[in-house]
């Protein structure tokens, strides 16, 4: 039983075209995250989303969006897809209200051609 | 900007010895923790230590924190062919409890020699 998924595990896709990542845990959490990790490994969190209250990371593109249809799932959408986006984006899930473990899923490596 | 900084950025080791890795980051945080990443996989959670804590153990697995330097180590003992990996130290200056994401440092990539 996973407990934070990804879908697709990997995506290669053309310049311009708009791409989902979905996300989704079993664990009853109510905070999620997207993280990007750029080709040296670097990890820098991009969204977090806790009780429809969305903390967006200054530095992410209008371009990148994260969708929640309910507490389970956050996906990320992004529009006009640049070379520059290709990385591994990793979800992340935990519970708010205290010093707690986030959760990551196995990430997406997206590669724009 | 980037919080933590790992040091040394890559190590390799003979199993059986223990291997020490660093972090300094730059602000005031509520919380340090501490990820294991393997080549191609997620990111694992190894160990949480709290601000007004100085040290922590888990297993093998010991971690201590020196907030007027701010500083963290991990010590894995009796390193073994599965400690392979990235290793990642993450604060969380959030005392509510991470709303706000994580920020991680750049890893140490961990080598274990047979």
């Known amino acids: 039983d996973t407990a934070v998924s990804q879908t697709p595990k990997y995506l290669v896709t053309q310049m311009g075209n708009d791409k989902s990542i979905k996300c989704e845990q079993n664990?009853?959490?109510?905070?999620m995250y997207w993280y990007k990790q750029d080709s040296k490994k670097f990890l820098k969190i991009m969204f977090s989303?806790?009780?429809?209250?969305?903390?967006i990371n200054e530095t992410v593109p209008n371009r990148f969006s994260p969708k929640s249809p309910d507490k389970a799932h956050l996906n990320l959408h992004i529009n006009s897809l640049e070379l520059g986006d290709s990385a591994v984006y990793f979800c992340?899930?935990?519970?708010?209200?205290?010093?707690?473990?986030?959760?990551f899923g196995p990430g997406t490596r997206l590669t724009v051609l | 900007s980037q919080q933590g900084e790992e040091d040394p950025q890559a190590l390799s080791i003979q199993e059986g010895e223990n291997a020490t890795m660093n972090c300094s980051y730059k602000?005031?945080?509520?919380?340090l923790q501490w990820y294991r990443q393997n080549s191609g996989r997620g990111l694992v959670h190894l160990i949480l230590?709290?601000?007004?804590?100085r040290e922590k153990h888990s297993g093998r697995l010991r971690v201590t924190l020196d907030t007027s330097k701010k500083s963290s180590s991990l010590l894995i003992t009796a390193s073994r062919a599965a400690d392979t990996a990235s290793y990642f130290c993450?604060?969380?200056?959030?005392?509510?409890?991470?709303?706000?994401?994580?920020?991680f440092g750049k890893g140490t990539h961990l080598i274990i020699q047979p």
């Open positions: 993450a604060t969380d200056a959030n005392a509510g409890g991470g709303a706000d994401g994580l920020t």
């Open positions: 989303y806790n009780n429809k209250e969305l903390i």
């Open positions: 664990l009853g959490h109510d905070t």
């Open positions: 230590i709290r601000s007004n804590e």
């Open positions: 992340a899930s935990s519970l708010s209200g205290g010093p707690h473990t986030q959760y």
């Open positions: 602000t005031s945080i509520n919380n």
